[in-house]
């Protein structure tokens, strides 16, 4: 089945800004500041924006910020939003990079793992070169699993607290997942326990940090800078977040 049908975010559209609003203000403000700064004054786009959780705020920033993503759900809540009208929004999928012109900045966060072929991969890069301006930047976060995410059966690895929004009576997330190492799928299942009990399916796979140097490198791409967050602290083997920034070799 493809990740593109496998990954529910129509339905999960609801919950999602409750849980990753669980991004605090520690994280948010240096991951917006630092894209703004890259961006410097330049256009930016965002590849797979959700509900323009860092995206809005970028764009407060002066920022003109467009933004590609598969789920008309997600998209539909960002249009709620207040500034959400100074955004160029477009459904979409982002291996398409759907967009005419250039861009300074070319972000995609939490997200480069929903592609689970090097085709896929490969041909994102490939678009994302093309949009890019020149001495414009790449920026790519993506995560390296601890070995805990691999096992033969579902582990429970997070249990987190999900406000009560619409949904008063919602209050626990839980996530398993089960890991393979050696096709770096991991298939994980999203509990939403509460009023409205749900279960999401979400199978991504992770890439390597060598791996995605690899990936950009075939578009003409070198790796610039490399951090564990995004306080910009150094990328080291015990991280477990890895935020790449990539420019024309
Ligand atoms: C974890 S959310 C991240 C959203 C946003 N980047 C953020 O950090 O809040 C993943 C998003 O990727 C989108 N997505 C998954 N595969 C996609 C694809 N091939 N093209 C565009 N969007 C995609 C989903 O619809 C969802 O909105």
Same mark, same amino acid.
């Given at each position: ?45 965002? &590849? @797979?924006? %959700?509900?323009?959780? #860092? ?10 910020? *467009? ?64 949009? &890019? @301006?020149? %001495?414009?930047?790449? #920026? ?10 691999? *096992? ?67 578009? %003409? ?29």
């Amino acid at each position: 089945m493809d990740a593109r049908s496998v990954n529910n975010y129509e339905s999960y559209a609801e919950f999602y800004d409750n849980w990753q609003d669980s991004w605090p203000e520690s994280v948010m403000t240096p991951c917006v500041n630092v894209l703004s700064d890259i961006a410097a004054g330049r256009p930016a786009l965002e &590849l @797979a924006v %959700g509900t323009g959780r #860092i995206a809005l705020p970028l764009s407060q920033h002066g920022i003109e910020v *467009s933004g590609v993503d598969l789920s008309e759900a997600m998209l539909a809540r960002l249009r709620r939003k207040p500034g959400a009208e100074k955004l160029s929004i477009v459904q979409g999928d982002m291996v398409d990079v759907p967009f005419e012109g250039t861009f300074g900045l070319i972000y995609c966060i939490a997200s480069f793992e929903y592609l689970l072929t090097q085709e896929d991969q490969l041909r994102f890069f490939a678009n994302v070169e093309k949009r &890019l @301006a020149i %001495g414009g930047s790449v #920026i790519i976060q993506t995560i390296i699993p601890n070995e805990a995410f691999f *096992s033969n059966d579902f582990r429970l690895n997070r249990m987190s607290d999900l406000p009560s929004g619409e949904h008063e009576m919602a209050s626990v997330m839980l996530m398993g997942v089960k890991g393979d190492p050696v096709t770096q799928v991991l298939d994980q299942r999203i509990m939403v326990l509460g009023e409205k009990s749900q279960v999401f399916r979400h199978k991504i796979r992770f890439v390597w940090p060598n791996e995605l140097d690899l990936l950009a490198r075939s578009a %003409g791409l070198s790796l610039h800078a490399r951090w564990n967050n995004w306080q910009r602290d150094a990328f080291v083997s015990t991280s477990r977040l890895v935020i790449s920034e990539y420019r024309r070799a």
